[in-house]
């Protein structure tokens, strides 16, 4: 597609449900990130896929959380047993190159709201 | 830690003013990037910054990378009300890709 493409726009889940994001990067694009952003911040580095590869997954806030790239295109991320502090909005980013010092384009992102 | 620091957190200015933003790492980079997020929107890729003493403009944005390459300035000439937003620099790390604390400017028409 023309930009990163993710869904849905908006979640609320009630807590403790699970939840599932989806992120379409950009045709051929190699480098997937994944960020959580939370009201009046700045992105906070969630995971980095090159292609299939989850090359670093540091960021990941707890083991509630997985992502996962199978096919070296589009990426989910999920989140079980969601709590009140994973509300925020969920960016996702590709990157043509391989490696990370490449020029991201953003998604447009996930708000995602646990009540 | 792996962040890199960003001045001002805030800035107003009245429309026509200059803005400066500045961000300082305490380890060389071996590049900088920044973007602009509007209120509600997403990061935009602006620029990025590879050698030392570098100096890339934008018609009013003009960006500057550091001669030890640890810190960057992003200036803006004679803000419009079309530049309200936080402008971030970011940088790479290994297989992680960080991003400042940003500055968040409102222009005051």
């Known amino acids: 597609g023309a930009g990163v493409s993710q869904s849905p726009r908006y979640k609320v889940a009630k807590r403790g449900q699970d939840v599932a994001l989806r992120c379409d990067p950009i045709?051929?694009?190699?480098?997937l990130f994944w960020y959580q952003q939370a009201l009046g911040q700045g992105p906070e580095f969630l995971t980095y896929?090159?292609?299939?590869?989850?090359?670093?997954k540091s960021g990941l806030p707890s083991d509630r959380f997985f992502a996962e790239r199978p096919e070296g295109s589009v990426s989910t991320l999920k989140i079980q047993r969601t709590q009140q502090e994973d509300s925020a909005v969920y960016l996702c980013?590709?990157?043509?190159?391989?490696?990370?010092?490449?020029?991201?384009?953003f998604g447009s992102g996930t708000r995602l709201t646990v009540v | 830690g792996q962040q890199v620091m960003q001045i001002p957190q805030y800035q107003h200015v009245q429309e026509g003013e200059d803005f400066t933003t500045y961000c300082n790492s305490s380890?060389?980079?071996?590049?900088i990037q920044w973007y602009k997020q509007r209120p509600g929107g997403h990061p935009v890729f602006l620029i990025q910054l590879v050698k030392s003493g570098e100096v890339k403009k934008q018609k009013r944005l003009t960006f500057q990378f550091g001669e030890a390459k640890k810190n960057s300035s992003l200036h803006i000439t004679a803000t419009q009300t079309t530049d309200v937003g936080t402008y971030f620099c970011a940088r790479n790390t290994g297989n992680q890709f960080y991003f400042g604390t940003g500055t968040s400017l409102t222009v005051i028409p």
């Open positions: 980013a590709s990157s043509l190159t391989q490696g990370t010092g490449g020029r991201y384009t």
């Open positions: 045709s051929g694009h190699v480098s």
């Open positions: 896929f090159q292609n299939e590869a989850q090359l670093d």
């Open positions: 380890t060389t980079l071996s590049n």
